[in-house]
């Protein structure tokens, strides 16, 4: 099902990305509204993704594929029974993610058997690919599946735990807490959620603790992507008819 995604400011002054066609850049834009789940993963099949993203544009989308695997955005796995998708890398870094949402990807039920297939330049970047994105085993392509290499989410760092717990403006749950910020690291970036929490501590300034969530509560729900609620507007005696009495 198709959905809604955001683009960053800085995707567009992004050096690897300046260096890709229009075209390509549009591709990858639209690759993402059409993915199997909030992981990145995208049906691998060009003939679809042309008409769902360029439909009435005279390109090659394999072309266009080939560009943004030789940049390494984005790469071909394959599960046990040799099915191929499309994975989108460092995708969950980047989007709004709710973790209420229960996938039904076919690439995100096979998690553990999916292999990478290298491309012509994108191998070396691959093995570089940030811990917190989609564990992938990766192989070389037409050598069977000897030397796999397997990546896994590591948990979150005591230095960030601890920061996190620091600012965060109820002390009530640490230990769900740690278990809960550990699960948010998987679907967001640790500054995201100490902006989240800078935002909620200017929220609850003042008021009473007991109106603020626990921090496992207020992590699990996603709520770092809360919009700041507008400062409280004191009530102006005059218009009640109080100014003169």
Same mark, same amino acid.
């Given at each position: 099902?198709?959905? /809604?995604?955001? /683009?960053?400011?800085?995707?567009?002054?992004?050096?690897?990305?300046?260096?890709?066609? %229009?075209?390509?850049?549009?591709?990858? /834009?639209?690759?993402?509204?059409?993915?199997?789940?909030?992981?990145? &993963? #995208? %049906?691998?099949?060009?003939?679809?993704?042309?008409?769902?993203? =360029?439909?009435?544009?005279? #390109?090659?989308?394999?072309?266009?594929?080939?560009?943004?695997?030789?940049?390494?955005?984005?790469?071909?796995?394959?599960?046990?029974? !040799?099915?191929?998708?499309? &994975?989108?890398?460092?995708?969950?870094? &980047?989007?709004?993610?709710?973790?209420?949402?229960?996938?039904?990807?076919?690439?995100?039920?096979?998690?553990?058997?999916?292999?990478?297939? *290298?491309?012509?330049?994108?191998?070396?970047?691959?093995?570089?690919? +940030?811990?917190?994105?989609?564990?992938?085993? =990766?192989?070389?392509? !037409?050598?069977?599946? *000897?030397?796999?290499?397997?990546?896994?989410?590591?948990? %979150?760092?005591?230095?960030?735990?601890?920061?996190?717990?620091?600012?965060?403006?109820?002390?009530?749950?640490?230990?769900?807490?740690?278990?809960?910020?550990?699960?948010?690291?998987?679907?967001?970036?640790?500054?995201?959620?100490?902006?989240?929490?800078?935002?909620?501590?200017? *929220?609850?300034?003042?008021?009473?603790?007991?109106?603020? +969530? &626990?921090?496992?509560?207020?992590?699990?729900?996603?709520?770092?992507?809360?919009?700041?609620?507008?400062?409280?507007?004191?009530? /102006?005696?005059?218009?009640?008819?109080?100014?003169?009495?």
């Amino acid at each position: 099902m198709a959905r /809604i995604r955001t /683009i960053k400011p800085d995707f567009w002054t992004d050096g690897k990305i300046v260096q890709l066609s %229009a075209f390509a850049r549009l591709l990858y /834009i639209g690759m993402w509204n059409f993915t199997l789940c909030d992981h990145g &993963h #995208v %049906a691998d099949d060009s003939f679809k993704l042309k008409l769902q993203i =360029l439909p009435g544009d005279a #390109v090659d989308v394999d072309a266009l594929l080939g560009e943004l695997f030789d940049a390494g955005r984005v790469v071909r796995i394959t599960d046990a029974a !040799g099915r191929t998708y499309l &994975h989108v890398k460092r995708f969950e870094e &980047h989007q709004k993610i709710d973790p209420r949402w229960k996938t039904r990807c076919p690439a995100c039920a096979q998690q553990g058997s999916l292999e990478a297939v *290298e491309t012509q330049a994108s191998f070396s970047e691959l093995t570089e690919t +940030p811990d917190r994105s989609p564990t992938l085993s =990766l192989g070389k392509e !037409g050598k069977g599946r *000897e030397s796999k290499k397997t990546s896994s989410k590591p948990s %979150a760092s005591t230095d960030e735990f601890d920061a996190f717990w620091g600012e965060y403006p109820r002390k009530v749950g640490k230990e769900a807490a740690k278990k809960a910020f550990a699960k948010a690291l998987r679907l967001t970036s640790y500054g995201t959620i100490m902006e989240g929490v800078g935002n909620l501590r200017m *929220e609850v300034a003042g008021k009473d603790p007991k109106f603020t +969530p &626990h921090a496992a509560t207020w992590l699990n729900a996603g709520r770092w992507d809360d919009e700041p609620e507008p400062p409280t507007q004191a009530i /102006i005696p005059a218009a009640y008819g109080w100014a003169n009495r």
